[in-house]
């Protein structure tokens, strides 16, 4: 073969190699199970940044996604799976506490990045060199729910309403109260377990203790359905909850009962905080037709934020990949600037929404500044 004809063939398979050359990122969501809801919300946002930049490095990127039946176990075996089956050197997940704490001790042990797009509690980072997050957590929103319950909803007495299953609920319970009780609030703290759907017997020491709001800090499912029953029971009270409301389904399974419910969020559509804020809604629309909820911001700003630091890392290897998370600063995301602090977690003011006309509206905005 002439020197010509070599030269050729090298150029033509190394063209080939980088037109087959893929990024494999994966995305470890709940698309079954009981908060299916959150990880439909969350894909939409990242395959709409997918669409957006699509390549890194020069080569293709695949998402590779994994159910974990929103179960802690299969977020375990998912991860794992992601990163020896599938080859995967980043992963954007898991969505709630629990389950992101079970995944990010498997990302830790084979130093692969996991980044989840709203995990709020402190141990899913904790001690953690490649697990981090683009939401803040939940010290920041239980103190924000607080600030906002006693100096503009002046209330005095609330009853505390706490999924003991979810690392998520008892965390964020604990803020609040912790909060709530330096303003000199008086607490009643009462439990229920996920999948529960009866709440009388709750609801009724919630009525005889005087409460003047209901803190429900679990998820959508029981939180429309501890709504409902108060309202039948004749609450008059305000109802209050963290992000784990902040799903179309809280609207759909409460109907006129969440009417006037205020929870905490990562962001509003309405209430653009960057420029990226304003084109994400707008090409959001455009692709799904309605605005787009805090999840869906939260996981395309998960996405964009890996892509960045593999970008930055000039390399497809886990380990570099990691370090670039870290040393993010100041990144312009839909949810806001977003910086990763040297635990993993991110610095970011808290919005409060409310349910207004069966449609999630502003409220307010409650910077990280205030809470500390």
Do not use: W
Not at 108 to 135: A, D, I, W, Y
Not at 337 to 361: C, H, P, R, W
Request: proline letters at 3%; a positive charge; hydrophobic letters at 45%.
């Amino acid at each position: 073969m002439s020197s010509l004809k070599k030269a050729v063939l090298v150029l033509f398979l190394v063209s080939s190699l980088s037109l087959f050359a893929v990024v494999k990122i994966g995305a470890l969501l709940p698309l079954t199970g009981g908060v299916s809801a959150f990880g439909d919300l969350v894909k939409k946002g990242i395959e709409l940044a997918h669409e957006e930049r699509g390549t890194v490095l020069d080569e293709k990127i695949e998402v590779v996604y994994m159910d974990t039946r929103s179960e802690k176990t299969e977020a375990a075996n998912g991860i794992a799976r992601l990163i020896d089956k599938e080859g995967v050197i980043a992963v954007i997940g898991e969505v709630i506490s629990g389950n992101s704490i079970a995944a990010g001790e498997i990302a830790e042990k084979k130093k692969v990045p996991m980044v989840s797009p709203s995990s709020t509690n402190p141990l899913v980072t904790q001690g953690k060199k490649f697990v981090s997050r683009v939401c803040f957590i939940d010290p920041l929103q239980g103190t924000a729910l607080a600030e906002f319950a006693v100096k503009t909803l002046k209330i005095k007495k609330a009853t505390v309403f706490t999924d003991v299953e979810q690392d998520y609920s008892v965390g964020l319970s604990n803020y609040f109260i912790e909060r709530f009780k330096k303003y000199g609030g008086q607490v009643q703290q009462l439990n229920y377990k996920s999948g529960d759907s009866e709440f009388s017997a709750q609801l009724s020491q919630a009525l005889a203790f005087g409460a003047e709001a209901i803190v429900v800090t679990g998820y959508y499912n029981e939180i429309a359905l501890v709504a409902q029953q108060a309202r039948a029971l004749g609450f008059k009270g305000h109802i209050l909850a963290g992000d784990g409301a902040d799903a179309p389904e809280l609207i759909k399974i409460g109907g006129q009962a969440v009417e006037g419910l205020f929870f905490t969020a990562h962001y509003h559509p309405d209430a653009p905080v960057t420029q990226v804020s304003k084109k994400f809604v707008e090409a959001f629309v455009k692709k799904y037709g309605v605005k787009p909820s805090t999840l869906s911001a939260l996981g395309y700003d998960a996405y964009m934020l890996v892509v960045e630091a593999i970008e930055r890392a000039k390399t497809k290897k886990p380990e570099l990949i990691a370090t670039a998370i870290r040393s993010i600063k100041n990144f312009q995301g839909a949810t806001g600037v977003i910086t990763i602090d040297a635990s993993g977690n991110a610095t970011k003011d808290v919005v409060i929404e409310t349910v207004k006309n069966q449609q999630f509206a502003f409220a307010a905005k409650i910077s990280a500044s205030e809470l500390k």
